[in-house]
């Protein structure tokens, strides 16, 4: 598939195809992985700074919170985002973009990539490709999503 030829053109340390490679791996009759079934043990262990847990909130509108942000994610973007709100971050013309993403993921639960080139606050500019994987307790309505974030 598309993903997967984009994934396998990366270079070889980018913890992008090891992150949907176990994520597939969890998967069990094509059903959707919860949050339950991540077991960092059992995850790449260079690709673990890298991923980012998000929680998909749906009352009384949607809204995404990062529930847990790799170290690597964080230097990459300057700060640990862990416990907030996607939408207090001020992350204007980004904002619209990653959440058309998110949903996109949550409305279609597949593996999906979103590469962009960002600012930051003091004017550097630098492109990253970010892999998000759809996550349900009850197997229909995505309540997290499992993603890795890596500067390319």
Known sequence: DELRRFLDSLPPK???PP?????RSIQSDDSIPSRRDLDPTTMDSASLPHIVIIDVEEEPRRRFRYRLVGTAVG??????????????????????????FYTL???DPQPALLRGSYE??????????????????????IDALFCAFDKT
């Open 120 to 141: 930051t606050r003091s004017g550097l500019t630098f492109d990253v490709a970010r892999l998000a994987t759809p996550l349900s307790e009850d197997g229909k309505h």
């Open 14 to 16: 980018s913890p992008l």
């Open 75 to 100: 230097t990459i973007f300057g700060a640990d985002y862990s416990g907030r709100y996607m939408d207090e971050l001020g992350l204007g013309d980004v904002f619209a973009r990653v959440v058309t």
């Open 19 to 23: 992150v949907l490679d176990y994520w």
């Open 105 to 107: 993921v949550c409305n």
